[in-house]
């Protein structure tokens, strides 16, 4: 297994147009989480999934902002009507399970440019 | 509200010397912290935990320092590497949302050959 891979790796949309991210997690693991990351800040939760039950969004995730997990394997983001201020690292995670002393594994993510 | 904040936003150590990265936690209700580390391009690597119930607790070549008096956590790292070169993040969770990590706003290692 090569890890949480995301897709793409970089993306530069225009102002107003919709984009969509792609995260796969390592095999087996059922709860999969998306974080963002501005330049010089920490990652800022998103959302997490158990298999594919979307348990919990932050106020971040405006109503433009989508995200799903069908199959419980694979998950996207999706941002409808991007904004400037979008622009930003969308991280993704997965980890075997929750709770305390489970880990994290984290993606590359993909860089998001919005011009 | 929540937060999770560093003292130092860069930190250049000489090889082969300790390093220490410092953070502040203003809730009292965290139970959980974690340090990760993010080399450029890629995405925040667990480096080691502790639970609010611990002091210490020590890897390989890192401890982990918890002093729930002051709300303050540290990470020491011995005999720093080029490879340590960084920036490290603490983060912390909730007794109520385990699967919710807030991070800092990380501290940028660099280690001078």
């Known amino acids: 297994d090569t890890g949480v891979s995301q897709d793409p790796r970089h993306k530069i949309t225009k102002r107003g147009q919709n984009v969509t991210f792609r995260c796969d997690p390592i095999?087996?693991?059922?709860?999969l989480y998306w974080y963002r990351q501005t330049l010089g800040q920490g990652p800022e939760f998103l959302t997490y999934f158990q298999n594919e039950a979307q348990l919990e969004k932050s106020r971040l995730l405006s109503d433009r902002f989508s995200a799903e997990r069908p199959k419980g394997s694979f998950s996207t983001l999706e941002i409808q009507r991007t904004e400037q201020g979008d622009s930003a690292m969308y991280l993704c995670a997965s980890s075997l399970r929750g709770g305390f002393n489970t880990e994290a594994f984290f993606g590359q993510g993909t860089r998001l440019t919005v011009v | 509200g929540e937060s999770v904040g560093l003292h130092l936003p860069t930190l250049s150590v000489q090889e082969g010397d300790n390093s220490i990265i410092n953070c502040a936690y203003s809730n009292s209700a965290s139970d959980y912290f974690i340090w990760y580390k993010q080399e450029s391009g890629k995405g925040p690597q667990f480096i080691i935990d502790?639970?609010?119930?611990?002091d210490k607790r020590q890897g390989q070549r890192v401890t982990v320092l918890l002093n729930k008096t002051v709300k303050h956590l540290s990470l020491q790292i011995a005999a720093t590497q080029p490879g340590d070169s960084a920036v490290y993040f603490c983060a912390e969770n909730m007794k109520t949302s385990y699967d919710k990590v807030i991070f800092g706003p990380g501290t940028s290692l660099s280690v001078i050959p």
């Open positions: 502790i639970r609010s119930n611990m």
């Open positions: 095999s087996e693991h059922n709860r």
